[in-house]
């Protein structure tokens, strides 16, 4: 509460409203353009979000224990769900998807998809998938910056995913 002239004024805390208006296009390629990288951006989320939590569980795990046996056998275990899980799916994206994902990886965790490489394989197959994707036109020590990607941070709040890692 607040005095204000005499009067106690209660405080009352309210969501965050966001506000937009309706995007309109120069050309009808425009628009084109922009539902195919809504379409990607929606299609790769799921396995973003997932990346993403099943990440925080590997590292609140790995804090449980010292012993660096168990960690890397914790480690192995987190990579065959991962692979069981995904990896017809992942393995059929687009190359624009397979760029979006690293960089909505990025932005779940915090940590560009080289450095989560490095920490769960190794410095050299970290470089050795790097110099992969590098042939392919990806690279995955790209971050992801909302202030570069607002049409990838737009499709993210409008479709009501907006937190970061």
């Given at each position: 509460?607040?005095?204000?002239?005499?009067?106690?004024?209660?405080?009352?805390?309210?969501?965050?409203?966001?506000?937009?208006?309706?995007?309109?296009?120069?050309?009808?390629?425009?628009?084109?353009?922009?539902?195919?990288?809504?379409?990607?951006?929606?299609?790769?989320?799921?396995?973003?979000?997932?990346?993403?939590?099943r990440y925080r569980q590997l590292q609140r795990d790995l804090a449980t224990t010292s012993d660096k046996h168990q960690q890397k056998e914790m480690m192995k275990a987190c990579e065959k769900e991962i692979k069981d899980l995904f990896n017809k799916q992942i393995k059929n994206l687009t190359i624009t998807q397979g760029e979006i994902l690293i960089k909505l990886v990025?932005?779940?965790?915090?940590?560009?998809?080289?450095?989560?490489?490095?920490?769960?394989?190794?410095?050299?197959?970290?470089?050795?998938?790097?110099?992969?994707?590098?042939?392919?036109?990806?690279?995955?020590?790209e971050t992801y910056d909302p202030e570069q990607e607002k049409d990838i941070q737009a499709i993210l709040v409008s479709a009501g995913y907006s937190s970061y890692y």
């Open positions: 509460m607040t005095e204000l002239n005499g009067e106690f004024v209660p405080w009352v805390l309210l969501p965050d409203a966001n506000i937009r208006d309706f995007r309109l296009f120069k050309t009808p390629e425009d628009r084109a353009a922009y539902n195919r990288l809504r379409y990607n951006v929606l299609k790769v989320l799921p396995y973003a979000q997932f990346a993403g939590n990025q932005r779940e965790t915090g940590n560009t998809s080289f450095e989560l490489l490095k920490q769960m394989k190794g410095g050299f197959k970290a470089f050795m998938f790097q110099s992969a994707a590098r042939m392919f036109g990806h690279d995955l020590k």
